[in-house]
């Protein structure tokens, strides 16, 4: 390893010489830490337990502890790079182990979280607790915004060691009295952690455990010789009171950091302590690291102009590092809103990947916010961008498949029981897999059976809770659904005799049982391996996975008495992410994260997005609800403001920045609503986009495809798209191979719908149907979805219309009512929305039949539900008259519809279900009405419209010889082997939803 001159500097400093190290991003920092430790532990004297390297994030004690591994070829005690708060932690096991007890629990942010929780809510219920200001009453306190501020607070006490007395001071002089009710929780809560203790070991939060190092180093002697803090610009208050001990101890301090890239000033990060480290600890050396190794020319320039807007934080001087990188550039993108950006963003990535070859795993996007990360990264894997969230917990929990693990935990431990939510999510669920299609048969197969044993049905859902429940429910009922939900029950009755026996299996051991038996571990891993979208949510899948068993396992080792019970209720309570150490693969996959979450990383390409004002910089207040930030700048003597805000800001721009050693894109929303950052002034602009094609092999195939049958194209053309889908069909590529191609198959058969000879069945609303559209009418027909909601609920009112009184508006919504638990609503809102629907539509059919009556209208029993059947010819008409209206000799067939849309007065007239009743009556087909009564024509009746009834006039003899002439002709082509669609009304209406739609929709996508 060849060093510059000032790197040179470090290494030669004296055995017990501290100083002080800056340098910009890319001048060398890490890599002189590594060459420094190999050299102090290669001098006579020193071993490896001489040394420790602190870095300023996990993450990056990880890489760097490899490296350092790598470099230095001695056997060491342990580990040489560590993160503060794992050195303190290590200091209390070794005091714990003198004194013959346990190390302390150290609790994890989401388990503080549910403390606090539990604290708060307690005092609300108690009538107790510290005086907290009005506007932070009860309904604040309880939100986990709330908490997590007061973490925060609590966090900032605890480093500026302030006890109690000290926070209710500070309240005081500066009127803040949330502080001092902050104190009096603070207080509590170590109460609480004195008692919270496995055999008479306490617990410990991470702000508290530096303190309690510190205390244990100051009272001790020296431990180490040499302390080397890499990314020194991150440190906080407790960590710098521990460094600070260390070297009170004797110990030799070198400290590397640039003011100018600190990223977790909102966790307590003072960029300025890197530059008074020295005079803090009593030592004046300082070296500026020279050259800048990692950029070119462009690159530094850029990110000097950038870095000149921030207060220097008594540094600056290392700005003037020469640029000594290859070359590089970086440009700024300026989009017209979300979508376009992750579209952009796409195509830079896929464009330096396959154009410039740049693997996947050496670029990186950068998002001032963790949800802009999680948006883009789904927003890029359904562009078919390889992606990889950096920070690990965001992968356990909201993810479905983590969620539905432990919802079957849930009811395996007995903490919850089958109900009928669960069932139908248990059911659904990727582990599972039965779709919407696959559901409704499964309900429909066990109401089936529960109707033919003479059991009273209670909704869908609340029968597949049964079946899970018990497998005898599926008794009878076959299918590949019903094997499904037979397997699942299986599995989940075993697991839970597992979890209720004398030696029960533990969370992880329950939860490896029900991943392992749902079967689809293969199926995943072999899509990951594949390309595209698939590959993109078979990666997220599997890391949820893996993920929640790593926190499971954690949380068994950390709680070895606590059954699995108490895991489910500690992840459901949990209201922060849950963290997860467990490995995922990186090398081929673009990084997402934020500037804190990419520190000590170097990358070829970097996409810094969202650069807009509001968003990034973000000038709201840092803990504006409690003051966080300003308690811990007022514990120092300073105070906090906006152009501090705007400085860190700044850095953690200049930080993603500085990641790329070849070339940045910084895409910015700029709208009538958005504008770019400022300080993207200074950047120079992006060219327009010459070719703005994704570059997916999802659009070349369908690219390929429109050529192939362009009768435009040249055959040349057309030739070489053919050549160009037999290529990607051999390697596999969807949608490539003719045989993947809709409509290329011969059909089945050209035999007409009904054999000749064969009589032709039509109902009467298969006549307006057909000749609304014929395609809607066969589709329909030979490949029917299942009744909708709508139509259960009609079906439902017309059984209440048929066995209730009419007129009794209160005796037909409870007819209603009595059968409501057999319709299955997504939400209860909506149930709720639909029952005042139907309330007011059985209050209108009872207005309807008190008026009718009123004119000396009646309706006999066996005039309800009246089937009749009519022969013309091999044609036979039959179908169901919802009832029939007398008065006198005179006869009115009324047709009830629950929907909204009432035809039009001249639509009514021509009417073909209406027109087909009154034929059925004037050819005697309908057994109550004799020949010889008048007819009073036929009327639709729509209870939901203001004017709710619409009447067809009386046929006389020459109309209804014309509509039986329809009705054959209309059979005819019923039973033909063709149908075709004609876009006219229905197939253009919006709300018409016919099968037909998907012929004449227009394209929403690109």
Not at 473 to 486: D, H, M, S, T, Y
Not at 790 to 813: M, N, R, Y
Request: aromatic content about 4%.
């Amino acid at each position: 390893m060849t060093l510059d001159a000032s790197q040179r500097a470090v290494l030669d400093l004296p055995d017990d010489a501290s100083a002080i190290v800056l340098g910009v991003a890319g001048a060398g920092k890490t890599t002189t830490v590594v060459e420094l430790v190999a050299e102090r532990i290669a001098r006579p004297g020193w071993t490896g337990g001489d040394v420790l390297v602190l870095a300023g994030s996990r993450a990056a004690a990880t890489r760097l502890r490899d490296r350092l591994a790598a470099r230095v070829d001695v056997v060491t005690p342990g580990p040489l790079a560590r993160t503060a708060a794992s050195f303190a932690y290590a200091l209390l096991g070794e005091q714990a182990l003198a004194l013959g007890v346990d190390r302390p629990q150290l609790l994890s942010g989401a388990e503080q979280d549910g403390m606090l929780a539990d604290l708060l809510e307690g005092h609300v219920d108690l009538g107790s607790g510290p005086a907290w200001p009005e506007h932070l009453g009860p309904g604040v306190r309880e939100q986990q915004g709330f908490r997590t501020e007061l973490r925060d607070v609590l966090a900032r006490a605890s480093e500026q060691g302030l006890d109690r007395s000290a926070l209710e001071a500070l309240a005081r002089e500066h009127d803040r009295p949330e502080w001092a009710a902050a104190g009096a929780v603070q207080h509590e809560l170590d109460q609480v952690l004195a008692l919270a203790h496995r055999d008479g070991v306490g617990a410990v939060d991470a702000a508290s455990l530096l303190a309690r190092a510190a205390e244990i180093v100051a009272t001790g002697e020296r431990r180490l010789r040499l302390l080397v803090v890499d990314d020194a610009q991150e440190l906080t208050e407790g960590a710098t009171r521990l460094v600070a001990a260390l070297h009170a101890t004797g110990t030799a301090v070198i400290a590397f950091g640039d003011p100018d890239t600190a990223t977790d000033m909102f966790r307590g990060a003072d960029p300025s302590i890197v530059g008074s480290l020295g005079a803090r600890l009593g030592f004046s050396r300082r070296i500026d690291l020279a050259i800048d190794h990692r950029h070119g020319t462009a690159l530094r320039a850029a990110i000097g102009d950038l870095s000149a807007r921030i207060g220097t934080a008594l540094g600056g001087t290392h700005r003037a590092a020469e640029a000594a990188g290859g070359d590089g550039a970086i440009a700024v993108h300026r989009v017209d809103g979300a979508v376009e950006q992750a579209r952009r963003i796409a195509r830079i990535l896929r464009r330096r990947h396959l154009v410039d070859g740049v693997p996947w795993g050496e670029m990186a996007v950068v998002t001032r916010s963790g949800r802009l990360a999680a948006e883009l990264e789904r927003s890029l894997a359904d562009l078919e961008v390889p992606t990889l969230r950096e920070g690990g917990g965001s992968a356990v929990r909201g993810s479905s498949v983590a969620d539905d693990l432990v919802a079957m935990l849930a009811v395996v431990t007995g903490v919850e029981t089958i109900g009928p939510e669960h069932a139908r999510r248990i059911l659904s669920s990727p582990l599972v897999g039965l779709d919407a299609v696959g559901l409704r048969r499964l309900r429909r197969a066990v109401r089936h059976r529960a109707i033919a044993e003479e059991r009273v049905p209670g909704s869908g859902d609340e029968l597949l809770a049964e079946a899970l429940a018990d497998d005898a429910a599926l008794n009878g009922v076959g299918g590949p659904e019903a094997r499904i939900a037979r397997a699942v029950g299986s599995r989940l009755r075993y697991a839970a005799e597992l979890a209720a026996s004398d030696d029960p299996d533990t969370a992880v051991e329950l939860l490896w049982r029900l991943w392992d038996g749902a079967g689809v571990a293969d199926a995943w891993r072999e899509a990951a391996l594949g390309g595209g979208s698939d590959a993109a949510w078979a990666h997220r899948r599997l890391d949820s996975v893996v993920a929640l068993l790593d926190h499971a396992a954690r949380h068994a080792e950390r709680h070895a008495d606590v059954r699995a019970d108490e895991f489910v209720r500690s992840w459901r309570s949990a209201a922060l992410e849950l963290d997860s150490l467990a490995g995922r693969q990186v090398a081929a996959s673009v990084r997402i994260g934020t500037p804190s979450q990419l520190v000590s990383v170097e990358l070829d390409t970097v996409v810094v997005a969202g650069v807009q004002e509001g968003a990034w910089p973000n000038l709201r207040p840092r803990g504006s609800l409690l003051g966080a930030q300003l308690l811990g700048a007022h514990a120092l003597g300073g105070v906090t403001t906006v152009t501090d805000v705007a400085d860190d800001e700044l850095r953690m721009l200049v930080h993603a920045v500085s990641r790329a050693r070849a070339v940045v894109h910084v895409v910015a929303i700029e709208t009538e609503e958005e504008r770019p950052a400022r300080w993207l002034a200074v950047l120079p602009d992006a060219p327009d986009e010459v070719d703005a094609r994704g570059r997916t092999l999802r659009e070349l195939v369908g690219t390929l495809r429109r050529l192939l049958v362009d009768d435009q194209a040249a055959a040349s053309t057309r030739a070489d798209a053919a050549a160009a889908l037999a290529r990607l069909a051999a390697e596999g590529v969807p949608g490539a191979d003719p045989a993947q191609w809709a409509g290329l198959a011969d059909a089945t058969t050209d035999a007409p719908l009904v054999d000749e000879g064969e009589p032709v069945r039509v109902s009467p609303s298969a006549l307006e149907g057909f000749e609304s559209c014929a395609v809607d009418w066969a589709v329909s027909r030979l490949a029917p979805t299942g009744s909708a909601t709508p139509q259960a609920i009609g079906t439902i009112v017309h059984a209440a219309v048929e066995h209730a009184d009419a007129a009794d508006p209160a005796a037909l919504l409870a007819a209603v009512e009595a059968r409501w638990a057999e319709l299955a609503f997504r939400s209860p809102w909506e149930s709720a929305r639909e029952r005042g629907i139907v309330e007011q539509i059985v209050v209108a059919i009872a207005d309807y039949v008190r008026t009718e009556r009123a004119l000396g209208w009646r309706i006999d029993v066996g005039d309800h539900e009246r089937r009749f059947e009519l022969a013309i010819g091999d044609v036979v008409l039959s179908g169901s008259i919802d009832w029939i209206e007398r008065r006198g000799d005179e006869v009115r067939i009324v047709d009830l519809k629950t929907g909204r849309a009432k035809p039009s007065g001249p639509a009514i007239a021509e009417h073909a279900q209406l027109r087909a009743y009154q034929l059925a009556a004037d050819r005697g087909a309908i057994a109550t009405v004799a020949p010889e009564t008048t007819s009073a024509g036929a009327r639709l009746l729509y209870p939901r419209d203001p004017k709710p009834i619409g009447d067809q006039a009386a046929l006389d003899a020459t109309e209804l010889a014309e509509f039986e002439t329809r009705v054959v002709d209309v059979a005819a082509r019923m039973a033909a082997a063709t149908f075709t669609a004609v876009p006219l009304e229905h197939c253009l209406n919006e709300f018409a939803h016919g099968q037909c739609e998907i012929h004449v929709r227009r394209q929403v996508t690109e």
